[in-house]
Structure formats: C-alpha cells, structure tokens
C-alpha cells in the first residue's frame, strides 16, 4: 500500500517518528515516513545530513528500526530507502 492518511499505522509510525526527529534535527537531519508496503513493511528516508552521514546505519539500528516495530505487531519491517 502506498503512504495515505487512511492506512491506520501511518498516525502511529509518524508519531514515533516525531519522538525522535528531535535528535536527528540537532545535528540537521531528518527522516520521512515513505511508504508502508502490503506486506507492512516501513519504508523511511533519511533526509538532511542523515542521508549522508557514515553512522546512519547504526543510528537505525540502534533506536529507530526497534522503536518503529514496537509502534504495532502488524509492523512486519522497517526499511531505509
């Protein structure tokens, strides 16, 4: 499925997304929510400096890929694009 306002995880994905931009804005990076696939895998962008910084792997797998799998048990992925 592609990102609408009607699939019911997108509220909850970009909540937790907004929990954490702070950290990510403080050193000009970002992160966008981009699809959740039919198979309910989130699908998110590293925007600013995040989309270039060498420790934006460890910085997904340290907080935000857990964090967002958390949000629901139907969330069956998290993926950088």
Partial sequence: MTLTQQHPLVTKVEEILDRLRPYLQKDDGD????????????????????????????????????????????IKGVEIV
């Fill in 31 to 74: 992160i966008e929510l981009v699809e959740i696939t039919n198979a309910n895998v989130v699908k998110l962008r590293f925007l600013g400096t995040c989309s270039c910084c060498n420790m934006s792997a460890m910085t997904f797998k340290a907080s935000i890929e857990e964090s967002v799998k958390s949000v629901d048990a139907e």
